[in-house]
């Protein structure tokens, strides 16, 4: 069993910066890739960026790359989504996950919802224009 609990969402202006958070209990994180996907209000979740177990290869959707960055720090069962010039389009519920399969299943299902066993809360970011 994975807890994923999100923090750090709220409001910000449009180009402004937000980091959110998310912290995994039990001793699994390290062997797990974990994701980042968003839910709009009336849309449906979207994959926004993964970061893999080993060597921390990472996965951007096209409207988040080069704005967008994950990070984790396996010490402190973390994942991290650092979020740079924002734009209103970015509003949403930002959820994290863990996917706790094999290698080879991960690099061919990265950005897929059903691939993620785990999932946290969700944090709402909203960025004004």
């Known amino acids: 069993q994975v807890q994923l609990v999100e923090s750090g969402g709220g409001l910000v202006q449009a180009g402004g910066s937000l980091r959110v958070s998310c912290v995994a209990s039990?001793?699994?994180?390290?062997?797990?890739?974990m994701a980042w996907f968003r839910q709009a209000p009336g849309k449906e979740r979207d994959f926004v960026s993964s970061?893999?177990?080993?060597?921390?290869?990472?996965y951007y959707a096209d409207p988040v790359k080069g704005r967008f960055t994950i990070s984790r720090d396996n010490a402190k069962n973390t994942v991290y989504l650092q979020m740079d010039n924002l734009k209103p389009e970015d509003t949403a519920v930002y959820y994290c996950?863990?996917?706790?399969?094999?290698?080879?299943?991960?690099?061919?299902?990265?950005?897929?919802?059903?691939?993620?066993?785990?999932w946290g809360q969700g944090t709402q970011v909203t960025v004004s224009s």
């Open positions: 039990g001793r699994t994180f390290s062997s797990s890739a």
């Open positions: 970061i893999a177990r080993r060597l921390g290869s990472t």
């Open positions: 996950a863990a996917f706790l399969g094999p290698d080879f299943s991960y690099y061919t299902n990265y950005n897929q919802r059903r691939a993620y066993l785990y």
